[in-house]
DNA sequence: CGGCGGTGGTGAACCGTTTCAAATCTGTGG
DNA sequence: CCACAGATTTGAAACGGTTCACCACCGCCG
């Protein structure tokens, strides 16, 4: 597919670029000391107004631009804070960076935005790129542990909080959702429909975020005591994502039918929209022949093809408060107190799971 | 909903910090000058094996981590680069993210990405950001002409690419896909299957895309010798969203039923699927009720209640390219060109269309 | 009229790299 | 034994801001 057409165009691209204009030139121009043009930069009440004015009119005459490379630089620290996620084409963290970004771009500081993708390698490239960046601080959902990692990264001085991650140590931020407890929801709501022979998809399980849902699950059905191994089977995945999903519904139907799944609980909602493209595509009717549960409830499972029942949370609250945390942390270093926020999720039973089999 | 728990813990916020280590601690430590480890550093083949392997070891010894920010004052611009997209919730622009992601991180170039929401004001205070940050280029999908300003910042010696947006100069780089065609086929597949009261839906106008789009659309109606005014009803939208869409839905509903559109045109994806939601709630059969056409073919189009005929854009090629040329243009100035790269898009026909009415 | 407090403004040091001319070292051929 | 080329290494000058000790000036009070 896309085929294109490229249009040379006869245009050079070596470009002018006068040389930048410098703090230095303003003061030349305004006929002050580079200490007053950089007074009426950080603390404009400090400097007579009419040299303020006289200031200003150069600055904008000359269209000077401050480079914050030279201010950090002399700072220590700059205006940047890093954000790393594990999918940047999952709707969770778009959601997530959109309240990151609410909050940080009130503060006028920008994100970095990184996309470790479930990689180990690539999270460890992008904190490396963020440590040299001397970003003020770094929001991240990791792969796997990686307190070590996070910990060196603190003594060094970047700020740390976590992302939909729960941090062991109380001297780390996080926030997160209460993972386990989403699990037990979504998998309750399947016992009580009366589902005895359950799936569930997700991976890797190197993910936390996955491994709680799963264990909620599991609490779920001893709570109505039911055995694992008598009722729900894990279906691994490589990846949350709708392709995933998508081969793992495939291992689901390679079951012979008597004992196949009647409930399938994924552990987040691409999964699930992969499974549930599948099934619709085999003619397998949802909920009457397999019930379907996601997580995250983005705006997409409402939309599916049948409206899909799902685990709710706050995932732009989830992002301010995150990026609220970091900033307060450096802004008032000697009053913050470290926290772990877990907000709290919420079912959401739509159509692909509603009622059932006795 | 999502009520939280907070949890506090004792940790005092407060942290020790060591001075960073810098270029100069590693040179005495290793016993040789600033200059030498500065060449370790970037050109490691001029120093000798022996001295290097001895300023490395100092390095790992001291944890040493290069200051980005000291570097690109001397160089006079960094190692970053600016995307400003117009929807981070877009899945489209998440792909095209994405493609712009392999590029420059192969390169090992940071993406600063911003979201300027569609609007204005967001999208310049960006830019004044990423100028500040001295970025060596800009990979934007303005929200409007935008021109002055990005002449200005190139002036500047900001690099500037445009994205999913056809530059009318001959001196910026651009990389678009051709949306009048794309809006033509889509209205064409409408006319042939025997539409005659088509919607479109979208906006806002202001948006190149859309307009081009809605002049393809119109194209296809007067090739096949329809009239605008007797064909073709404009639903316009303040934004492509699904909630936008939903809206648009709303209002194509409130026309009494004789004289209500059997098709409908969306000018992307997300609107589309907040226009089938509304359908699909209102038990309107899809498409045999009315036939319904996005734009982008994101992951979800597929997916959806019913899968949804779409126009597909090369969304990750996109950012690959636009990431490319910048590249290129910042490495090979002296022989870079300007270019003007236009993809085709290409129609994927699904059930939300599949044929219907004579 | 001299001393004084206060307001505005100055200028040089410094932040951590890169860069480059100059210094030093190592062999080598004469 | 020396001049000389090539290979390494050195040291100091930028880069563009922020910061801070210090200076100049002014009006006022005693």
Known sequence: MAHYGVERQGQRGAHVAGPAVSIRDVANHAGVSVGTVSNVLNRPDIVAPTTRSRVLAAITELGFVPNDAARQLRRGRGRTLGLVVLDVANPFFTDVAKGVEDTTGAAGMAVIFCNSDGD??????????????????????????????????????????????????????????DDRLGGELAMRHLVESGHRRIAFAGGPHRLEQ??????????ALAGAGLSEQEHLRRYDTPALTVAAGRDAAARILGQPRESRATAVFCANDLLALGVLQVLTRQHIRVPDDIALVGYDDIEFAAAAAVPLSSVRQPRQRLGQTA???????????????????????????????????P
Do not use: M, W
């Open 120 to 177: 180990l390698t690539k999270e460890n490239a992008y904190l490396d790129l963020l440590e040299e960046q001397r970003v003020q601080g770094v929001l991240i959902t990791p792969v796997d542990d990686a307190s070590a990692r996070l910990h060196r990264l603190r003594d060094r001085g970047v700020l740390v909080v976590l992302l939909d991650r729960r941090s062991r140590q109380a001297d780390i931020c996080s926030v997160s959702v």
């Open 210 to 219: 996955v491994r709680d849902r799963y264990d909620g699950a599991l609490q």
């Open 323 to 357: 990026a609220g945390l970091l900033l307060e942390e450096a802004n008032q270093p000697e009053t913050h107190r470290h926290q772990q926020v877990v907000f709290e999720p919420e079912l959401v039973v739509r159509e692909s799971s509603q009622f059932t089999r």
